[in-house]
């Protein structure tokens, strides 16, 4: 029997068997079962990802499961690549969440908000594997719903959880209206709604549907993916869910927005004219430059983390909109590198991202706090933790040998190497796409120093932080998974060549783009090539052999401490706050940002030259939200505000609406 | 001219950061210390630096006799160095008080405040006098 077919199935019911399980079983037991049963759906759906991805495709159609459609599951490379990496994703968190929920039996680890969690891995690999689209608007809705409810775990704890649940919960089901509008449009247009039959009719579309059908589609894809200008609800929801939901969403549930988008407008469409990639560009350019400034400048971690998600998902569309422009412009080698590096780099993000979200929700959970300026301080007291957030960060940085560098240097080359024969757009947009990558990865080194030196280095800056504990084992497996994968991921890339191959093949991108990498990732048709495995080794045997000759010469170590202008002692007040490192950035960007502070001085009551206090205050709104949403919210507002005045509660009233309508329908059917 | 070098100093391999302090001169000595690192007299040339942090220096000069406000910080920043460090007591006042001996605000030379290795008499010292004394830390 088909591999892919039997552990897609184990992975189903091993998440239904953890979703009773999180409902029947006592407190004590509840974490440590759902988590496990999430741990083996996870790894049967990297199972069931990696068989796809090396060759094995399964299709089958349960007529009876749905009424008129029935539901139709395909699995092909590209479905195969997305069941790996939610999989793998799912089953690192899954470890993580035994130690997180704990046995409180609260919160997150009440009985509905543990037996969601398997369902939530279930819905999202059912995803990529949808072959209808009937089928694929149901997974994406029960993920939809899952989630809402996940981000909603704690929402008697702060009535922010509730904000962030309103936002998630009117952008996603808008997001699946405008999805639900693209692909039953295509579907009708075409006359087949099964992924087979759309593909086949695509040829015969008449532009307009076709380029409709990408708007659509596009425009729900890019709001679940957190891409700028429809990513609001995310910096909210990442930051106000439980830790292990946040990594979930933003490791794994925001890659099926680059899957919806890939699945529609390069398969089912298969590729489109030259301005639905310029959009789709300009699009992750904005998302990129605008995301990792948001981080750059946030003090919450978790809210860092969500817009850096925004950023890495701007890079993942400048790679799938270069791939379709180097497509359309006839450079395939070009477009398959692209392709390859936007693949690549969904799994790097996936790992560093699940890893950085674990390592902020064991900070939570350590200190209760997710303020950057409250923290410091907590590589003495929480070293391990410490140790494995530095190679997120490093991932995340997109420094060498992490696993973001990979990705990006592919990005890079496949945009430096289109030739000019491509045409003016082609020459104009690459090489400014080239400078938003390079911008985005300078600010975004900047952001995660931040991250890392004022939240885990120096003292700490609050009680809190300077009571923290190490996390339980199961956080620490959770996140050495992932560190493990990350690193995996950073030295030897090339595993992945052989899938990059596949899918690039099967989306019609037609050249292999990694063909033949070894050790090496070579980039078939492109005179470039690099070797991450020589690199870390590199790095590491520079700063190894640097020790090793300081010591053999015998130079004895010199210590000095740190110092106060001999102002001491020394306190905690001295140190780089998040906000005071990341001031320079927030002056330099001033007019994107636009910051609203104040500060306010109050004089002694003796003399107005003496200063008795200095109060600042610096507020960071988002500006998108605050232009583009308000003005929305508020007119939907006043609807609904003045769509009461109809309904008084006068019986006679309503009677009288009654009647009106009905002689309108029937001089409506007189009429026709 | 070579210079003889100060055992002591043998450690710092030629490569001497300087860190100065102003304990309570009257800026005398410092005009000339500026002027031994001016194109000049140019002390870079001999392997000697000024730098900005007492981390930084293996060397600590100090001007003046040391004020009671300066002698705390004084010892701060000597204790703030990494070890091998030497101090050079630089001007007639940091070595005995000079004309401002028996102040009411005057703590003491500089050697009751903090070890001195080395010292360079004048009121103020030569730019040359000085060089010099910095060249026999360095070695070159
Ligand atoms: S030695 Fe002379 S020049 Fe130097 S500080 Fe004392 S009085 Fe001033």
């Excluded at chain 1, 909603?152 to 959880?161: I, M």
């Excluded at chain 1, 957030?389 to 990005?411: D, I, K």
């Excluded at chain 1, 009680?463 to 493990?484: D, F, V």
Aim: aromatic content about 6%.
């Amino acid at each position: 029997m088909n591999r892919v077919a039997v552990a897609l199935c184990a992975a189903l019911a091993l998440a239904g068997l953890g979703a009773s399980a999180g409902l029947v079983l006592p407190a004590r037991w509840r974490s440590a079962a759902v988590g496990a049963a999430t741990v083996a759906a996870g790894v049967a759906g990297a199972v069931a990802g990696a068989a796809a991805v090396s060759g094995t495709g399964w299709q089958v159609r349960v007529a009876g499961l749905l009424p008129l459609a029935g539901v139709t599951l395909a699995v092909d490379a590209l479905a195969g690549w997305f069941l790996l990496l939610v999989g793998g994703v799912a089953a690192v968190v899954g470890v993580y969440t035994v130690g997180y929920t704990g046995r409180t039996g609260r919160g997150p680890a009440a009985r509905g908000a543990l037996a969601l969690l398997p369902l939530f891995v279930a819905a999202m690999l059912l995803v990529p594997v949808a072959g209808s689209v009937s089928t694929f608007l149901l997974a994406w809705e029960l993920m939809a719903v899952t989630s809402l409810l996940l981000v909603l775990s704690e929402h008697r704890h702060s009535p922010a959880v509730r904000t962030a649940g309103l936002w998630y919960a009117a952008m996603t089901q808008a997001g699946f209206v405008v999805i639900l509008l693209g692909l039953a449009w295509l579907a009708a247009a075409v006359g087949g709604e099964s992924f087979a039959a759309v593909r086949a009719g695509a040829a015969e579309l008449s532009p307009l549907v076709s380029s409709g059908v990408f708007l659509l589609c596009m425009a729900g894809f890019a709001s679940k993916a957190g891409a700028v200008p429809l990513h609001p609800w995310l910096p909210r929801a990442h930051a106000e869910a439980p830790s292990h939901v946040s990594a979930l969403m933003s490791a794994a549930m925001v890659k099926l927005g680059v899957y919806g988008i890939v699945r529609v407008a390069f398969d089912l469409l298969g590729g489109g004219p030259r301005w639905w990639w310029l959009l789709l560009g300009a699009v992750g350019a904005v998302s990129a430059l605008y995301g990792i400034l948001q981080a750059a400048v946030a003090t919450d971690l978790k809210r860092l983390l969500a817009f850096s998600t925004s950023e890495n998902i701007g890079l993942i569309l400048l790679g799938l909109a270069a791939a379709g422009l180097l497509a359309a412009a006839g450079q395939l080698a070009g477009a398959g590198a692209a392709l390859a590096a936007a693949f690549l780099h969904t799994a790097n993000h996936a790992g560093f991202k699940a890893l950085l979200f674990c390592g902020a929700g064991s900070v939570l959970h350590a200190t209760g706090t997710r303020d950057l300026d409250q923290l410091g301080g907590l590589s003495r007291r929480m070293p391990v933790t410490t140790g494995l957030v530095t190679v997120g960060a490093l991932g995340a940085a997109a420094l060498p040998p992490g696993n973001g560098f990979v990705s990006e240097w592919l990005l890079l080359q496949a945009l430096l190497h289109q030739v000019p024969a491509g045409g003016t757009v082609l020459t104009i947009a690459a090489p400014v796409a080239v400078a938003v990558v390079a911008l985005t990865a300078g600010v975004g080194v900047a952001t995660f120093v931040k991250a890392l030196g004022t939240g885990f280095l120096a003292r700490p800056r609050s009680a809190a932080a300077a009571a923290a504990i190490e996390s339980p084992p199961t956080m620490l497996a959770g996140m050495g998974l992932a560190a493990a994968v990350c690193t995996g991921l950073a030295v030897v890339p090339t595993v992945a060549a052989p899938a990059l191959d596949r899918i690039a093949t099967g989306l019609r991108v037609e050249s292999a783009p990694l063909h033949g990498s070894g050790i090496d990732l070579r980039l078939a048709g492109i005179a470039s090539s690099i070797s991450p495995l020589w690199i870390a080794v590199g790095v590491v045997g520079i700063a190894v052999g640097f020790a090793a000759v300081a010591r053999a010469a015998g130079r004895p170590r010199r210590r000095a401490r740190a110092w106060d202008c001999g102002d001491g002692p020394l306190t905690a007040r001295m140190e780089y706050t998040a906000t005071s490192f990341a001031e320079p950035l927030q002056r330099v960007f001033e007019d994107v940002l636009a910051p609203e502070q104040d500060v306010d001085v109050t004089h002694s009551a003796e003399s107005a030259y003496l200063v008795r206090a200095v109060e600042y205050r610096r507020r960071l709104p988002d500006r998108v939200e605050s232009r583009l949403y308000r003005p929305v919210i508020v007119a939907a507002d006043a609807v609904g505000r003045a769509a009461c005045r109809l309904a008084t509660g006068s019986v006679h009233r309503y009677l009288a609406y009654m009647l009106t309508a009905l002689v309108a329908v029937l001089v409506a059917g007189v009429l026709r | 001219m070579p210079v003889e070098p100060l055992p002591a100093a043998a450690g710092l391999g030629g490569s001497v950061q300087v860190r100065h302090v102003d304990a309570g001169s009257c800026n005398g000595c410092e005009i000339e210390l500026g002027q031994a690192f001016s194109p000049v007299y140019d002390a870079e040339r001999h392997g000697v630096r000024l730098v900005a942090s007492p981390r930084h220096a293996d060397v600590l000069t100090v001007t003046g006799p040391v004020t009671v406000n300066m002698a705390g910080p004084l010892r701060k920043t000597y204790e703030a160095m990494p070890e091998p460090r030497l101090v050079v007591a630089v001007g007639d006042c940091a070595r005995d008080c000079g004309m401002f001996a028996g102040g009411y605000g005057v703590h003491g030379p500089v050697a009751t405040v903090v070890p001195v290795d080395l010292q360079v008499p004048g009121c103020p010292p030569e730019p040359a006098a000085i060089v010099s004394a910095l060249r026999r830390l360095s070695g070159r």
